[in-house]
């Protein structure tokens, strides 16, 4: 390991070896950012095979800011990004997925918004699809959050509600003053068959962050990763599995933050994409039917899916979240 104290801890979690080579192009993008100052942790899960490889592959590399670790407890997003936040030496820690390829520029940029404004506790930007097959890019914006990610447009820096996993960063404060990630969120699994629980836990830590610190979250456009968006992430039952767990997911944090400080704006992004939804989407997918039948009739049953799913998802969040607020806390807080 590097003597040197780095400014930036990167951890990076991961689970299986079909990842194993979407990890190499993760780990060259990194040794070619632009800012040198950081130390990356991987933490693997599940597969030994993985860790053996990877370890290997760091030691042939003479990676000395790279640390390797496995997760020998229970597992979990939330577990082993907990498990890396406690081996990161940086000031900054800075999270990313093992599917994604950050732009070369990404921890000048991480770094330069923390520098310049104290008010600023943790920082988010873009993820851009990285489709597996252009084919697939006929799937609606609305829904490009399934993965992680967004149009490629035109956008200005601002405060957020929370951060996104595939693109998130916290100063180390925030851990120390707030605790870890809720165990309670995070999927234990991924692939084709993932999304077995609820996620959300960077939506939970960065609320909680913001209501316990008074300090902000925000959102920096030159703070870019690309996120790779495999063929089953837009199959019905993948859509479906997700879209449950993530209305499950809100209603929990709805319970929970009703009463803080968030509390009206605990459900406002979503709010806005049921409106998007049913104001923009709808309508054209129906006139898309005359020009696109084929196109316009997957769009028609992704989003119908999205809407079934998650409305599901949320009334049994709902029903298992019912009670005084002081018991959704300490369910979230477990």
Same mark, same amino acid.
């Given at each position: 390991?590097?003597?040197?104290?780095?400014?930036?801890?990167?951890?990076?979690?991961?689970?299986?070896?079909?990842?194993?080579?979407?990890?190499?192009?993760?780990?060259?993008?990194?040794? $070619?950012?632009?800012?040198?100052?950081?130390?990356?942790?991987?933490?693997?899960?599940?597969?030994?095979?993985?860790?053996?490889?990877?370890?290997?592959?760091?030691?042939?590399?003479?990676?000395?800011?790279?640390?390797?670790?496995? %997760?020998?407890?229970?597992?979990?997003?939330?577990?082993?990004? *907990?498990?890396?936040?406690?081996?990161?030496?940086?000031?900054?820690?800075?999270?990313?997925?093992?599917?994604?390829?950050?732009?070369?520029?990404? &921890?000048?940029?991480?770094?330069?918004?923390?520098?310049?404004? $104290?008010?600023?506790?943790?920082?988010?930007?873009?993820?851009?699809?990285?489709?597996? %097959?252009?084919?697939? *890019?006929?799937?609606?914006?609305?829904?490009?959050?399934?993965?992680?990610?967004?149009?490629?447009?035109? &956008? $200005?820096?601002?405060?957020?509600?929370?951060?996104?996993?595939?693109?998130? #960063?916290?100063?180390?404060?925030?851990?120390?003053?707030?605790?870890?990630?809720?165990?309670?969120?995070?999927?234990?699994?991924?692939?084709?068959?993932?999304?077995?629980?609820?996620?959300?836990? $960077?939506?939970?830590?960065?609320?909680?962050?913001?209501?316990?610190?008074?300090?902000?979250?925000?959102? *920096?456009? %030159?703070?870019?990763?690309?996120?790779?968006?495999?063929?089953?992430?837009?199959?019905?039952?993948?859509?479906?599995?997700?879209?449950?767990?993530?209305?499950?997911?809100?209603?929990?944090? #709805?319970?929970?933050?009703?009463?803080? *400080?968030?509390?009206?704006?605990?459900?406002?992004?979503?709010?806005?994409?049921?409106?998007?939804?049913?104001?923009?989407?709808?309508?054209?997918?129906?006139?898309?039917?005359?020009?696109?039948?084929?196109?316009?009739?997957?769009?028609?049953?992704?989003? #119908?899916?999205?809407?079934?799913?998650?409305?599901?998802?949320?009334?049994?969040?709902?029903?298992?979240?019912?009670?005084?607020?002081?018991?959704?806390?300490?369910?979230?807080?477990?």
């Amino acid at each position: 390991m590097n003597n040197v104290k780095p400014d930036v801890s990167v951890i990076v979690t991961s689970y299986t070896m079909a990842r194993f080579n979407d990890l190499l192009e993760l780990l060259a993008c990194l040794q $070619d950012q632009s800012y040198r100052n950081f130390e990356t942790i991987l933490v693997t899960e599940r597969s030994t095979e993985l860790y053996d490889k990877l370890k290997a592959h760091v030691r042939d590399q003479g990676w000395h800011n790279t640390t390797v670790l496995f %997760n020998r407890g229970p597992y979990g997003l939330s577990t082993a990004r *907990n498990l890396g936040i406690k081996e990161a030496r940086g000031d900054i820690i800075t999270f990313t997925d093992d599917d994604a390829l950050p732009y070369p520029e990404w &921890l000048r940029e991480i770094v330069q918004s923390f520098n310049s404004d $104290d008010s600023v506790i943790g920082v988010t930007g873009p993820s851009y699809p990285l489709w597996e %097959n252009e084919s697939m *890019n006929w799937l609606p914006e609305e829904f490009y959050w399934m993965f992680s990610c967004m149009p490629d447009k035109s &956008l $200005d820096k601002e405060e957020v509600r929370n951060v996104w996993g595939v693109n998130m #960063s916290f100063r180390r404060e925030a851990f120390e003053r707030c605790g870890a990630f809720s165990e309670r969120f995070g999927i234990k699994g991924g692939g084709e068959k993932g999304w077995n629980a609820p996620g959300c836990e $960077d939506t939970d830590f960065s609320m909680r962050v913001k209501s316990r610190t008074g300090k902000r979250v925000i959102f *920096n456009p %030159n703070v870019k990763v690309q996120h790779k968006v495999y063929c089953y992430r837009i199959t019905n039952g993948f859509v479906a599995r997700r879209a449950y767990w993530e209305g499950y997911a809100k209603a929990t944090l #709805s319970k929970y933050y009703h009463n803080g *400080n968030n509390g009206r704006k605990v459900l406002s992004r979503e709010l806005t994409l049921l409106q998007r939804i049913f104001l923009r989407l709808f309508p054209d997918i129906f006139g898309g039917f005359f020009r696109h039948p084929g196109i316009s009739w997957r769009k028609l049953q992704i989003t #119908s899916i999205f809407l079934l799913c998650s409305a599901v998802g949320y009334l049994r969040g709902t029903m298992r979240s019912i009670g005084n607020t002081e018991t959704a806390r300490r369910e979230i807080e477990a």
